[in-house]
Each structure stands twice: as C-alpha cells, then as structure tokens.
C-alpha cells in the first residue's frame, strides 16, 4: 500500500532556526496533508497541498509538492520551543483515506 | 471550534474482554474514520466508514473489529476480544467531503490490554 516515508526521522534545532521535513510517497496523490502531534496527544491538521499546487504557505510554514519525484517538503521558520512535535505527512490517493508517513521528531531548543 | 470528541481517553482491559471505543465526530459531518498509533510508530489506517457503512478497511480490521454508528452523533469501534498487541492509541477521525479536505481528529483513546 502507498506510505509516506519522511526523513530525517529526528531533527533537533535552536529556536530561530528554520527546521525543513521531508516527505516522499509511491502513487499518484489527489492531496497530501501535514499533520502535527505533541507526545502523547492527538493529530492536528496544518496544512493541505493539492496535486496540481506546487506551492503553499501558512504563517510561518511553507509546504512545497514535486509530484513528479513524488516528494513533498514542510518548512518551518523561525522555530519556537512550542513547535516541538512529531510532523507527518499524509497522502489522499482515489481512495477515501489518510495513509500516514513514518514523521520526523523535531525538537527546538530554547 | 467544533471538535472530535472520544471516550474514554484511557482503557485498561484483561485480554480477551470487548472493548468499546467511542467518539462524538463533528456535527455536519459524514466521514468517519478509526486509526491505530502503536507506541513510537507510525499513524495506521483502520477502517472509513460512510452513509452507515464501511468504505474501505485495513488488513489489520479483521473479525475481531467492527463499527458502528447506533445513533445519529456516535461512532464506536469494537474489540470482541483483545489481544495484547491492541495495545495502542486509538484515534477517531472525521471529515466534511472525505479525503478531499482535512480530517479532524480527536484526542485518542490510549488502550492498553493486560
């Protein structure tokens, strides 16, 4: 079945800096989503790209979407010690479901 | 802002016991969705549901699981009888149009089976 994988698995930064994420999938996509989860909590939705976007900006993130390497990317700016997290992309094929990559651990340190 | 709603947040259960998983999904919506997040792994997909029935589910949705949506604002996810590798945070799901927009989900119900 598809699945995200995303790389790196961890990342640790300072606060200020820009953390980036990656994201590659298998199959061709209608959408793919960035969710974001605090240890232990549930998933929160940041932000949709569609197939045919290459492009999107929300605040201080940024996702781009390079459907013909099948990668996508989240970059963060400006990180803050709150963004601490686990990110995972999500993938919408044709069929009506999420399918979750493996996520990136990101800690920001003060 | 509307929000999914699950309960209880955390079940402790003998093995081989039903377990009852539930959750209030947001109100205008008709997708409705169960994930399994196992301790320090991946988010995995369950089972869709729509118009009262099963849309799509996963090779881990096997005869021990089934849903329901006995009235017109629950959703609930049945274990008949747990095994200890059900152990895990399960997440409840909707969404407004199905994949097509974002899901929201709710908090979890962290399970853990002795």
């Known amino acids: 079945s598809q699945q995200g994988e995303e790389d790196p698995q961890a990342l640790s930064i300072q606060e200020g800096e820009n953390a980036t994420m990656n994201c590659s999938y298998k199959?061709?996509?209608?959408?793919l989503q960035w969710y974001r989860q605090n240890s232990g909590r549930g998933l929160v939705h940041l932000i949709l790209?569609?197939?045919?976007?290459r492009e999107k900006h929300s605040g201080r993130l940024r996702v781009t979407l390079d459907t013909s390497k099948k990668s996508s990317s989240l970059l963060i700016t400006a990180s803050r010690a709150a963004d601490t997290a686990s990110y995972f992309c999500?993938?919408?094929?044709?069929?009506?479901?999420?399918?979750f990559g493996t996520g990136t651990r990101l800690q920001v340190f003060p | 802002e509307p929000e999914v709603t699950q309960t209880p947040s955390h079940q402790v259960t003998q093995m081989g016991q039903e377990v009852i998983l539930r959750c209030v999904p947001i109100?205008?919506?008709?997708?409705f969705y169960w994930y399994r997040q196992i301790l320090g792994q991946k988010v995995e997909f369950l089972v869709s549901?729509?118009?009262?029935?099963?849309?799509?589910k996963s090779e881990i949705f096997d005869d021990q699981f089934s849903v329901e949506r006995p009235d017109g604002s629950n959703f609930t996810l049945k274990i008949r009888s747990t095994k200890l590798e059900d152990s895990a945070m399960y997440f409840c799901?909707?969404?407004?149009?199905?994949?097509?927009?974002?899901?929201?989900f709710g908090q979890g119900t962290r399970l853990t089976v002795v």
């Open positions: 199959t061709s996509i209608n959408n």
């Open positions: 790209i569609r197939s045919n976007e």
């Open positions: 109100s205008n919506h008709l997708y």
């Open positions: 999500a993938t919408v094929d044709n069929t009506d479901k999420l399918i």
């Open positions: 799901a909707s969404s407004e149009t199905g994949g097509f927009t974002e899901a929201f």
């Open positions: 549901f729509y118009n009262n029935e099963i849309s799509e």
